[in-house]
Nanobody, 128 residues
Framework: QVQLVESGGGSVQAGGSLNLSCIAS????????MGWFRQASGKEREGIAA???????SYGVSVKGRFSISRDNAKNTVFLQMNSLKPEDTAMYYC??????????????????????WGQGTQVTVSA
């Protein structure tokens, strides 16, 4: 079955950095784009970064210029390097497989994940 396992979250002060990882299994990794999403307490989940097989990327406005998504196709892993963190970045962070048609039509931000599956999430807390 599809599995997505996130790691790398933690507590940092504003201005700090974290690098999240997500290992995917149970599907043909090369056939899907990958994305990072987050959900803050009391808010809806939002898409923040996505990447296709070839490394083309797309970012949400709130993180553009501060976060960087990358993937290691040999290891079925996607990363999210987060720099210049702000208290408003505090959230549970999830990775998901993204259907290519959603990525290339720029609908991935709000479309459901491929397979309807999210990982368990990793908590990021940024203090002022």
């Amino acid at each position: 079955q599809v599995q997505l396992v996130e790691s790398g979250g933690g507590s940092v002060q504003a201005g700090g950095s974290l690098n999240l990882s997500c290992i995917a299994s149970g599907f043909i990794y090369s056939s899907y784009c990958m994305g990072w999403f987050r959900q803050a307490s009391g808010k809806e989940r939002e898409g923040i970064a996505a990447i296709d097989w070839d490394g083309d990327t797309s970012y949400g406005v709130s993180v553009k210029g501060r976060f960087s998504i990358s993937r290691d196709n040999a290891k079925n892993t996607v990363f999210l390097q987060m720099n210049s963190l702000k208290p408003e970045d505090t959230a549970m962070y999830y990775c998901a497989a993204v259907l290519p048609e959603h990525f290339y039509s720029d609908d991935w931000y709000s479309s459901p994940p491929a397979f309807g599956t999210w990982g368990q999430g990793t908590q990021v807390t940024v203090s002022a």
